[in-house]
């Protein structure tokens, strides 16, 4: 059973143009959530995270929205860039417990200019 | 720069062989380490949370005996893929905690390709 879904297996998006990847989690337990950004044959970048006592958290061109209620959260990304092209990763863990990340299965975002 | 490394980066072997990953914490000391593997197109999956010194705990059907995992030193966790098959390729990325911040931290990956 997938706790973490990222439903969209991929997203177009324009140059300058805002990209929203979208994440749902099953797990209530899940207390911290993160995006990765990745690239084939490279370990995964880490992008924003938010705790769940939160529900929106920025850097940059990047910001995190969680809605706990939904058990979802997405990743804006304004504006976009051809740089920003690569898979992105949606990941939860239950941080004071110390768990591991579970990863949804990405989505692959490209921009074109 | 990195703050946790894998070697090697990139390993052939043959069916039948054993392959040894090694995941380094380079300037802090990592009381737990995960080991993920990642298919074509799809997540990473975790495999398996050693903590220093004492056994791996393992995912569901994860094979401990096929996936060898040691974690002896607080910056040193290996994986030993053993009697490799080609069904064993795949990405494998290590990621390593900070004990004392709790940031985790990933390794760039070892892509494992098995004739």
């Known amino acids: 059973d997938q706790q973490v879904k990222q439903n969209s297996p991929s997203l177009s998006v324009q140059e300058g143009r805002i990209s929203i990847l979208n994440c749902d989690y099953t797990n209530s337990m899940f207390d911290y959530f993160l995006w990765y950004k990745k690239y084939p044959a490279e370990g995964p970048t880490f992008l924003i995270s938010i705790s769940s006592i939160k529900d929106k958290n920025e850097d940059g061109r990047f910001t995190v929205f969680l809605n706990k209620s939904a058990k979802h959260l997405s990743l804006h990304i304004v504006p976009s860039q051809p740089g920003d092209s690569a898979v992105y990763f949606c990941a939860a863990s239950q941080r004071r417990a110390g768990t591991a990340l579970i990863f949804g299965k990405g989505t692959t975002l490209s921009v074109s200019s | 720069g990195a703050v946790v490394s894998q070697h090697p980066s990139r390993v052939i072997c043959k069916s039948g062989t054993s392959v040894k990953i090694e995941c380094r914490s380079l300037?802090?000391?990592?009381?737990?380490m995960f080991w993920y593997r990642q298919f074509p197109k799809q997540s990473l999956m975790l495999m398996a949370t050693?903590?220093?010194?004492?056994?791996?705990?393992?995912e569901q059907g994860v094979e401990k005996d096929k996936f060898l995992i040691n974690h002896a030193s607080l910056t040193l966790s290996t994986l030993t893929v053993t009697s490799a098959h080609p069904e064993d390729s795949s990405f494998y990325i290590c990621?390593?905690?900070?004990?004392?911040?709790?940031?985790?931290?990933f390794g760039e990956g070892s892509r494992l390709t098995v004739l």
């Open positions: 300037d802090f000391q990592a009381t737990t």
């Open positions: 050693s903590n220093e010194g004492s056994k791996a705990t393992y």
């Open positions: 990621s390593a905690r900070n004990g004392e911040t709790g940031e985790l931290f």
